[in-house]
Nanobody, 112 residues
Framework: QVQLVESGGGLVQPGGSLRLACAASGIRFSINVMAWYRQPPGKERERVAFIGLSGTTTYADSVKGRFTISRDNAANTLYLQMNSLKPEDTAVYYC??????WGQGTQVTVSA
C-alpha cells in the first residue's frame, strides 16, 4: 500500500521561505516521476512542479525562479523548497507520485 505523508507547511510572512517534504512508503521512488500540486481556497488543484526520472524539472510560470523541487531516492523523500513566498501561494500543497498516488496535503498560508 502506497503512503505519502507531507510535512513542512505552516504560516509564513510574505517574502519568507518554507521547505515541504513528502515521505513515501510502499512504492519505489527511483522508478517513478513525482510532482507537487496545490489547491488554493475556492480554486482547482494545479501542478506547480514536476521532476522526472532523470531529474529533469518543470515549473508553473507562477513559481519559476522561486520554487525548487528535488528528490532523495535513497530516503524515499520528495522536497519542495519555496522562497520569496507571496500571499497568492496560499494553498493546500499535495505531493503526487506516479500520477495516481496522493498525499493528504499540507497547508501553506502566506500572510502578514
Amino acid at each position: 500500500q502506497v503512503q505519502l505523508v507531507e510535512s513542512g507547511g505552516g504560516l509564513v510572512q510574505p517574502g519568507g521561505s518554507l521547505r515541504l517534504a513528502c515521505a513515501a512508503s510502499g512504492i519505489r521512488f527511483s522508478i517513478n516521476v513525482m510532482a507537487w500540486y496545490r489547491q488554493p481556497p475556492g480554486k482547482e488543484r494545479e501542478r506547480v512542479a514536476f521532476i522526472g526520472l532523470s531529474g529533469t524539472t518543470t515549473y508553473a510560470d507562477s513559481v519559476k525562479g522561486r520554487f525548487t523541487i528535488s528528490r532523495d531516492n535513497a530516503a524515499n523523500t520528495l522536497y519542495l523548497q519555496m522562497n520569496s513566498l507571496k500571499p497568492e501561494d496560499t494553498a493546500v500543497y499535495y505531493c503526487n507520485v506516479a500520477y495516481t498516488n496522493w498525499g493528504q496535503g499540507t497547508q501553506v498560508t502566506v500572510s502578514a
